[in-house]
């Protein structure tokens, strides 16, 4: 009877023992039920210190270095390179002149529909660019030839319906003593750019210096 006894305790262990090792993992079917979602749309995986992404469970591991918040300052060489290309005499007079042009284009934009005037206005316009570039990418010659073509421009104004109106009389004013100080050699000269003293800091419009940077950094 002992032997029947024995023999049916180990029958029922070993099915009892098949049937846990058959049973399928029901963690996922648990998860779903306590309402955590491991994937999807809301789903932040956590991350460690060192900024690894640890994922949903089955993907820990997985490595996502983190961006970094701003890209590191430029090389003390290439700042002073740009604040050198961007603080020479030339585009020192392109920067000072660019005041005088604009008041000069405000007053003929209160004659526009008038032929002569919409005219002038497309030629100041076109000077506008020339200057920008002339601040970006600076020569004696090329100063030279756009001084000329300055002071051309100017005279035409000068000598047009508007020429004395009060916002031509003051910015060409403005542009003559620019372009005269420029030949006499008292220009005031000031550094523009990532390397220039904080006490002559001018800060050029942001395109120029992204334009500048772009020439040094690496692609």
């Not at 309402?35 to 591991?61: C, I, M």
């Not at 002149?97 to 526009?112: D, Y």
């Not at 009060?166 to 910015?171: D, L, P, R």
């Amino acid at each position: 009877m002992n032997r029947w006894a024995i023999a049916g305790v180990v029958v029922v262990g070993v099915a009892l023992g098949l049937l846990l090792l058959a049973r399928p993992d029901t963690g996922g079917a648990i998860t779903e039920r306590a309402g955590a979602k491991l994937d999807g749309p809301g789903f932040v995986a956590p991350s460690d210190p060192d900024g690894r992404n640890l994922g949903a469970p089955g993907t820990a591991g997985t490595t996502e270095p983190s961006a970094p918040l701003e890209e590191p300052l430029l090389p003390l060489s290439d700042r002073e390179a740009i604040t050198a290309r961007l603080s020479t005499p030339e585009a020192n007079a392109a920067r000072q002149t660019g005041p005088g042009w604009s008041e000069v284009r405000m007053e003929l934009t209160t004659h526009r529909g008038d032929p002569q005037a919409d005219a002038l206005i497309a030629e100041v316009e076109a000077m506008f660019g020339e200057l920008r570039n002339m601040r970006r990418n600076s020569t004696k010659e090329g100063w030279d030839a756009l001084e000329a073509k300055q002071r051309d421009l100017l005279a035409r104004i000068k000598a047009s319906p508007y020429g004395s109106s009060s916002g031509v009389t003051h910015g060409g004013g403005v542009i003559e003593d620019k372009l005269n100080a420029y030949d006499n050699g008292t220009l005031e000269i000031m550094k523009v750019g990532p390397a220039a003293e904080p006490a002559d800091v001018v800060i050029p419009h942001p395109d120029i210096i992204e334009s500048e940077m772009h020439k040094v950094r690496p692609q």
